[in-house]
């Protein structure tokens, strides 16, 4: 976990990430492994941005109060899991990363541990 301090050019267009894996060398991440670099301010930045100003304009006022930092970033790290290889979105259930839907049959439907 880091805090960004500078980014300029090619690093400052487009939309923001919130993690990156390293290296990025494909031979190198094979043969050694990757790192997931997860970017603290970034990831409050489109907490406060973002999530928040949507959830005021589209959730009840009762509901709107609910949406907490700990929540949406306990959702990025559970979501982003260890093992992804940074080719798109995996998710973590009960501690175990599990693949996107494409492998699994249609009708069968995976479910998230609810949050007490």
Known sequence: MVDVVFA?????????????NLPNDERVRQAK??????LRNVI??????MLVPIARRTLAPGDAGRVTFAAFFDEVLTTSSP???GRGR???TAGRPRSGSSS??????SRRPRRT
Do not use: L, P
Not at 104 to 109: A, I, V, W
């Open 8 to 20: 300029a050019g090619e690093a400052a267009s487009g939309v923001q990430t919130i993690a990156f």
């Open 33 to 38: 492994g990757s790192k997931k670099v997860m």
């Open 44 to 49: 409050r930045a489109k907490y406060e941005q």
């Open 83 to 85: 093992t992804d290889s």
């Open 90 to 92: 995996s998710c973590a």
């Open 104 to 109: 699994r049959s249609s009708t069968r439907r």
